[in-house]
């Protein structure tokens, strides 16, 4: 059974940077895409941003030149690098991987932009 489990998230001014990971286990991490998520309260949850197994990297036009996303798969975990950070930032930050079926969430990490 795959597992996700996010950290990094918390409280910080707008313009600030923040930098979130998400550690899977199990043995599939390296040859699958990954994504990050957000959700915001009272809003669907959105794809922020992904990552292929080799490293090409897409982007929502909202966090486009903001976020970066990467990986390390020898450590099976990837990272989303934040910065200029505004208050419609705010939301809790999911990862999973870019297949079907999509695996369980984990618990995600809030991430809070006070302006």
């Known amino acids: 059974q795959v597992q996700l489990v996010e950290s990094g998230g918390g409280l910080v001014e707008a313009g600030g940077s923040l930098r979130l990971s998400c550690a899977a286990s199990?043995?599939?991490?390296?040859?699958?895409?990954m994504g990050w998520y957000r959700q915001a309260p009272g809003k669907q949850r959105e794809l922020v941003a992904t990552?292929?197994?080799?490293?090409?990297?897409n982007y929502a036009d909202s966090v486009k030149g903001r976020f970066t996303i990467s990986r390390d798969n020898a450590k099976n975990t990837v990272y989303l690098q934040m910065s200029s950070l505004k208050p419609e930032d705010t939301a809790v930050y999911y990862c999973n991987y870019r297949i079907i079926p999509v695996p369980p969430w984990g618990q995600g990490t809030q991430v809070t932009v006070s302006s």
């Open positions: 990552i292929s197994n080799s490293g090409t990297t």
């Open positions: 199990g043995s599939i991490f390296s040859r699958y895409a």
